[in-house]
């Protein structure tokens, strides 16, 4: 029906059912694609929550990478320190315990304290050989003369 046109009643039941059927036909019409429109609508959901768990995990992924190049990066700058501070002693280098290089240097200064500022080059490389032991070469006889001759060495 348009504005100009005046309403006139049906006037009898079957022409009210048929207007009532064709008002009824036309709005059915109109979501008549409903049920694909809602089934595209699921698996586009489906198809966003795949990304996302592939999104996620590809970010764990990076994330996992990025802390591993962090540490190597850490163990990179850790052995330069310990290179830099032990140069003049490099026998205390694997002996070096610490994350920082303010750590790293305390722990120097305590072990040449402890073991004295002796420089590399009066460091022992080789052990001394033992001599026989009186005992008879038991185990015993040779720690007491190995003792003896660091003592005396």
């Given amino acids: 029906m348009t504005d100009t046109q005046e309403f006139t009643a049906p006037a009898s039941q079957a022409d ?24 595209k ?16 995990k ?20 850790r052995a330069g320190w310990v ?4 140069k003049d ?13 303010a750590e790293l240097e305390e722990h120097y200064t305590q ?3 402890l073991l004295g500022a002796q420089p590399a080059s009066r460091v022992r490389t080789h052990t001394p050989p033992v001599p ?3 005992e008879g ?4 006889g040779r720690a007491v003369e190995a003792l003896r001759a660091l003592k005396l060495g």
């Fill in 16 to 39: 009210l059912d048929a207007l009532i059927a064709k008002h009824v036909g036309e709005a059915t019409a109109k979501f008549g694609d409903y049920e694909a429109l809602k089934e």
């Fill in 41 to 56: 609508a699921t698996q586009f959901d489906q198809n966003q929550a795949a990304n996302l768990s592939e999104l996620e």
């Fill in 58 to 77: 590809a970010t764990k992924r990076a994330e996992e990478a990025e802390k591993l190049v962090a540490g190597f990066k850490a163990a990179e700058e």
């Fill in 83 to 86: 290179k830099e501070i032990a």
């Fill in 89 to 101: 002693r490099p026998e205390l280098a694997s002996a070096l315990r610490g994350s920082t290089k």
């Fill in 111 to 113: 072990l040449t304290g």
């Fill in 132 to 134: 026989k032991s009186a």
């Fill in 137 to 140: 070469g038991s185990a015993k």
